[in-house]
């Protein structure tokens, strides 16, 4: 293998795994999805982490999984943003300080982790 070609593999290699697959490492039974951010312009904010066994004991997987709500079964899929979950869409189907949590000063850090 030249050079570039490691570099590319190695970079393979550290993107890969990147939030899905090191947080499930970490955390294998709560299995938390790090989103990605789809917008511009507010990098240093952290990413929304969804965990997704929390939701799975409650819900079923096609309350999520439909068309109306909009997440596919591929982490990485759905451009969130809080408009939208504003809105009432996405997680805001839920979020909306009624059926879980809204969205407040107070929830930010719920969401959004490091
Ligand atoms: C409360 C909502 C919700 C419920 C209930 C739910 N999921 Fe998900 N699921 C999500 C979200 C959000 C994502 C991430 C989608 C994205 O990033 O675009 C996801 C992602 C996934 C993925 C892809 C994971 C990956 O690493 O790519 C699979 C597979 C999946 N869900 C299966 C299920 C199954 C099976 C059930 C039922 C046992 C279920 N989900 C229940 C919201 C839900
Ligand atoms: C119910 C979960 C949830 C709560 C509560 C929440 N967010 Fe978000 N937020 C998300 C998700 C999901 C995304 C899309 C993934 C990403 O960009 O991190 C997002 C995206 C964002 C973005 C990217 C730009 C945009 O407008 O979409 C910013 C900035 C942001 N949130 C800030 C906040 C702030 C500030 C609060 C508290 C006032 C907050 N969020 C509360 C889930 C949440
Ligand atoms: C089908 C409804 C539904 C959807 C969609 C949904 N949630 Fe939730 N979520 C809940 C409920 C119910 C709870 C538990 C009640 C509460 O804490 O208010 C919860 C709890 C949480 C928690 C706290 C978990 C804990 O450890 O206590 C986080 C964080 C969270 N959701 C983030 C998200 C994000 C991010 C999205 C979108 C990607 C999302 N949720 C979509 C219903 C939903």
Do not use: Q
Not at 23 to 31: D, L, R, S
Not at 65 to 93: P, R, W, Y
């Amino acid at each position: 293998m030249n050079r570039i070609a490691i570099l590319v593999a190695l970079g393979l290699w550290l993107a890969a795994p990147s939030g899905v697959a090191v947080a499930a490492a970490a955390k294998p039974v709560v299995g938390d999805i790090r989103f990605e951010r789809k917008t511009k312009g507010d990098e240093d904010f952290p990413p929304a982490v969804f965990p997704h066994w929390v939701h799975r004991v409650n819900f079923k997987c096609y309350v999520c999984h439909t068309k109306s709500v909009g997440f596919e079964m591929k982490a990485g899929s759905a451009a969130v943003t809080m408009n939208l979950i504003e809105e009432g869409k996405f997680c805001g189907t839920c979020h909306n300080g009624k059926r879980a949590f809204g969205v407040s000063f107070e929830t930010c850090t719920r969401c959004h982790r490091k």
